[in-house]
């Protein structure tokens, strides 16, 4: 079979100069080939499903991304209001509360761990996060768990996202929980013990043997928004439980009509992390003829490119 037998694009060089705008680099993505390609066409998705006023939107992503310099980009998502649920794992919730008030380092990759330990900081890839980052946060959690405690033993953890963003909104910081907060954009945190505020939640029960967060909390309010939307489509930034727990529950309905992924790993080993987006079809997490685009990448290497090429169209 040649070339002329099948539907096909024709490969165009790159021109690039100085003076050439975002939009006429962008415009080039989709005949370059390879990721490229197909970052071309996760840009054309997710410009459609942000257009969708009929589509539910989620916004999935890893906890590693709070901490870094996409949560400003995470941030415009929602106050532009092209998201309409965000699925995170807890230690997002530990990131956002933290930079709100304190500050990261940036290091490398090659920093020596052990020196690094010794003066109480933690790497994070090439982010460095000083220990007594956690002691301001035990000293901010644990007041507004026992207010939390004195109105209801049993919260789920969207409520206690919420709870963290109205107080984070009370002392005016700019954050992704408060811009949720504010934008009535419901945070689900089916991870949530698996974090620094899950282990101040612990902390907290040993004193108050009576508090509980309820996992299935949230799936109710979960189910409903899946079940009553139209449409759906999803943005999901890493894999995990960030990534499953969206496409999961979108299972309810059939599928999800749009889904653009983001990811590093490869489906060599079966995990979820680095299934395609056509696996999910398998188990009717996303619909058969739902519209896709799997870009493989660094999530600071790629969002920031997504996001700007959608955000000029």
């Given at each position: 079979m040649g070339l002329l037998d099948v539907k096909f694009m024709k490969v165009t060089d790159l021109k690039l100069s100085r003076k050439i705008s975002l939009e006429e680099w962008g415009a080039q993505l989709e005949s370059t080939g390879f990721q490229a390609t197909e970052l071309a066409r996760a840009v054309d998705l997710l410009n459609r499903m942000y257009a969708d006023k009929e589509c539910t939107r989620f916004l999935a992503f890893t906890s590693n991304l709070m901490a870094s310099g996409l949560r400003g980009l995470l941030m415009d998502l929602v106050e532009e209001k092209k998201v309409d649920a965000v699925i995170t794992a807890g230690g997002a919730l530990d990131h956002d509360l933290l930079r709100s008030y304190r500050?990261?380092?940036?290091?490398?990759?090659?920093?020596?761990?052990?020196?690094?330990?010794?003066?109480?900081?933690?790497?994070?890839?090439?982010?460095?996060?000083?220990?007594?980052?956690?002691?301001?946060?035990?000293?901010?959690?644990?007041?507004?768990?026992?207010?939390?405690?004195?109105?209801?033993?049993?919260?789920?953890?969207?409520?206690?996202?919420?709870?963290?963003?109205?107080?984070?909104?009370?002392?005016?910081?700019?954050?992704?929980?408060?811009?949720?907060?504010?934008?009535?954009?419901?945070?689900?945190?089916?991870?949530?013990?698996?974090?620094?505020?899950?282990?101040?939640?612990?902390?907290?029960?040993?004193?108050?043997?009576?508090?509980?967060?309820?996992?299935?909390?949230?799936?109710?309010?979960?189910?409903?928004?899946?079940?009553?939307?139209?449409?759906?489509?999803?943005?999901?930034?890493?894999?995990?439980?960030?990534?499953?727990?969206?496409?999961?529950?979108?299972?309810?309905?059939?599928?999800?009509?749009?889904?653009?992924?983001?990811?590093?790993?490869?489906?060599?080993?079966?995990?979820?992390?680095?299934?395609?987006?056509?696996?999910?079809?398998?188990w009717g997490k996303i619909r058969e003829k739902a519209q896709t685009a799997v870009v493989h990448g660094e999530a600071t290497l790629v969002f920031p490119l997504l996001h700007a090429l959608t955000t000029q169209a």
């Open positions: 500050e990261y380092g940036v290091g490398s990759f090659q920093e020596d761990d052990a020196k690094l330990h010794k003066k109480g900081v933690n790497r994070l890839g090439n982010i460095l996060v000083d220990n007594a980052h956690y002691v301001f946060l035990e000293k901010w959690v644990q007041p507004l768990l026992k207010k939390m405690h004195a109105e209801n033993r049993v919260v789920s953890p969207r409520e206690v996202a919420s709870a963290l963003g109205e107080k984070l909104a009370r002392d005016k910081k700019r954050s992704f929980l408060a811009a949720c907060y504010k934008n009535n954009i419901p945070v689900f945190c089916p991870g949530i013990v698996d974090s620094a505020l899950g282990l101040q939640m612990h902390f907290f029960k040993q004193d108050h043997p009576g508090f509980a967060v309820d996992a299935t909390g949230d799936m109710k309010e979960l189910a409903t928004l899946v079940l009553s939307a139209k449409r759906t489509g999803a943005l999901v930034l890493g894999g995990g439980i960030s990534k499953h727990y969206t496409i999961a529950s979108n299972l309810l309905r059939g599928g999800l009509d749009y889904a653009v992924y983001v990811t590093t790993s490869g489906e060599y080993d079966g995990s979820l992390s680095g299934a395609p987006a056509k696996e999910a079809k398998s």
